[in-house]
């Protein structure tokens, strides 16, 4: 049986003066991908891909380069819009997060609600499934919208899911039923 792993994509170098949507790979990040990589082998991986944001793209581009396979960016699996949303403290911006999740059709932080943000990411990766309907998948993205659609699809808690992601993590589903497989929740 075929299985979509999400991965949430590696280290970034934090810059509290840009958007962390324009983050990219810190040097630890990249040292990371690299046993991320040996992780996911084991998956049989054939087809990669990724959102476009940068840190994402880095990620899966560090993981094509090890496992062989090109990559194809897809413009539905970037993150939560948040572009305005200031630099905060790690305490602030968990809470904000956790209200984010419990809130998820207010829109509490960013451009972008939980609902829609899961909308967006739900239906490009139908589109994938469809598309390579026989094929190992990995996703590469940000772990609000993958703790957003495996926590729909298993009935789960999104925050706690969210608070565990490291980076990089992934995630093995089922591709017919959604259970989890298998998580490694932190690579480092």
């Known amino acids: 049986m075929s299985k979509l792993i999400l991965i949430k994509h590696s280290l970034p170098l934090i810059d509290p003066n840009a958007p962390a949507a324009e983050w990219e790979l810190s040097v630890e990040g990249v040292r990371r ?3 991320l990589a040996d992780a996911l082998t084991a998956y049989l991986p054939a087809v990669l891909v990724s959102s476009p944001k940068p840190k994402a ?3 899966a581009a560090n993981l094509a380069e090890r496992l062989n396979l090109s990559v194809t960016t897809v413009a539905g699996l970037g993150e939560q819009h ?5 630099f905060l403290t790690d305490a602030a911006f968990c809470a904000a997060m956790q209200t984010f999740f419990a809130l998820p059709d207010e829109l509490v932080f960013g451009e972008e609600t939980a609902d829609a943000a899961y909308t967006c ?3 490009a990766l139908e589109s994938l499934l469809e ?7 990995l996703v590469v993205a940000h772990g609000t ?13 999104a925050f706690a899911l969210w608070r565990q992601l490291g980076l990089p993590s992934f995630i093995v589903l089922d591709r017919v039923s959604g259970a989890v ?3 490694l929740l932190q690579i480092v």
């Open 145 to 157: 919208v993958i703790s957003l659609y495996v926590s729909r699809r298993t009935h789960g808690e």
């Open 121 to 123: 990411f739900a239906a």
């Open 82 to 86: 948040r572009r305005t949303a200031p």
């Open 33 to 35: 991908c690299a046993r």
């Open 131 to 137: 598309h390579y309907p026989q094929d190992n998948l």
């Open 57 to 59: 793209h880095a990620t």
């Open 181 to 183: 497989e298998t998580s």
